[in-house]
């Protein structure tokens, strides 16, 4: 996203100048003409200023900074002097520096929401938005702690979805290496002594054989091709066109599409309430929300609602054109419209969701677990029976 430098005037005629990160020039113009600023020059700056150079800043490092600092706030604590407090307490060197150019920027005229823009990697546009709105308002100790309780269910939401995957995926890897090497070194061993043994072996025995002669033969170009194809893949996911085709591909999946669909709506909901709750403008929260969703179905439905609001539509008409949100949401974002409690309304479905959510992924660890049981039994130990098969068979013939 652009980072752009600007020049204006309060009404009282003071100057005031920053550094802001927006996607498009005309919502910079529109955010600072609703902070009652007269714009002198706007100009885009060649370089993104971005201050963070090493170390991985974890989210429970800004939950617990953004709930400490309101609290600061909310006790009188000047700005300058909570930063400078949060600095001697944390440990870790990375968000210390960072925290101490910010320190540093606001002691030299920035704005908190200037000097957070100026570390995107951390803090991301929707956190300085949010803090922007709270400094216009003055309630940046109420959107501080906001901002902590969005990031705390924001982040629990995804872990529970990751920690739903985790287990299927571990399992149906180890079985996957279990099989290659069952075919590359002990298939091979069995078939030297059923060559020794002499006679006709089974069929399910034969094709095993087969199976793994092709593999070891053929091991090197299935492997170069696997890993050529994951490459072009990835590299088409990355496309604009590639990543909406691989989202839309997810959330029409037989078993995982409904999650993935009501952990986005989820997601979309508690964003855009959080928000619209702090007063940010509805243009410039539809845009976070969109580029925030991950995933590019999602994202574009919210930019045909950007468009539509442009044109003097409301919010839940284009919503229900693209399709991508479920009735029952477009309706009551509908009545929120409606009724001027949009906010109220977009909470009440995001933890509608969220719950949605937790029940999915119960139902999908236990759906799976018998899945993966059945899987494993058929594979591993089809293999197993087929390498056998060749012992029994010699077993009666020895009895006769």
Request: glycine residues 6%; charged residues 20%; hydrophobic residues 45%.
């Amino acid at each position: 996203m652009p980072i752009f430098k600007y020049i204006a005037k309060e009404l009282t005629g003071k100057t005031v100048n920053g550094i802001l990160e927006y996607s498009d020039k005309s919502l910079l113009v529109e955010a600072l003409r609703k902070k009652d600023l007269i714009i002198i020059s706007i100009e885009e700056t060649a370089k993104r200023r971005s201050v963070y150079t090493g170390g991985s800043v974890k989210l429970e490092e800004v939950v617990i900074f953004s709930r400490q600092l309101a609290t600061m706030v909310d006790s009188g604590i000047p700005l300058v002097q909570a930063l400078d407090i949060l600095c001697e307490q944390i440990e870790k060197p990375a968000f210390k520096s960072i925290l101490s150019k910010i320190k540093d920027d606001i002691e030299t005229g920035s704005s908190l929401s200037d000097a957070l823009a100026r570390h995107p990697a951390v803090f991301s546009t929707l956190y300085v938005n949010m803090v922007r709105a709270g400094e216009s308002s003055g309630a940046l100790d109420d959107i501080l702690d906001r901002l902590a309780s969005y990031l705390e269910k924001t982040n629990t939401l995804q872990r529970k979805v990751k920690s739903s995957l985790v287990y299927p995926v571990v399992v149906i890897t180890m079985a996957m290496l279990i099989t290659l090497v069952m075919l590359l070194k002990v298939i091979p061993t069995f078939k030297g002594i059923f060559s020794m043994l002499g006679g006709e072996l089974p069929m399910p025995t034969r094709i095993l054989i087969f199976v793994s002669d092709t593999i070891r033969q053929m091991f090197l170009y299935v492997a170069s091709g696997v890993a050529v194809a994951v490459f072009a893949l990835k590299k088409y996911a990355k496309t604009p066109q590639g990543k909406e085709n691989f989202d839309r591909m997810l959330l029409s999946m037989p078993v995982l599409g409904p999650l993935f669909r009501k952990v986005a709506v989820a997601k979309f909901t508690r964003t855009f309430s959080t928000l619209v709750k702090s007063g940010v403008p509805i243009l410039v929260s539809l845009e976070i929300v969109g580029k925030t969703s991950g995933n590019a179905v999602i994202e574009k439905a919210v930019e045909s609602v950007r468009t539509g609001i442009k044109e003097g539509e409301n919010i839940a008409d284009p919503l229900a054109k693209s399709g991508a949100f479920p009735p029952m949401v477009v309706r009551m974002i509908k009545v929120g419209e409606q009724t001027g409690e949009l906010e109220k309304m977009l909470t009440k479905i995001a933890d509608f969701y969220e719950d949605q959510v937790d029940a999915a992924v119960s139902g999908l660890t236990s759906l799976i677990e018998p899945l993966i049981i059945g899987f494993l039994g058929i594979v591993i130990g089809g293999i197993v029976i087929a390498m056998f098969l060749p012992v029994f068979k010699l077993t009666e013939i020895v009895a006769r």
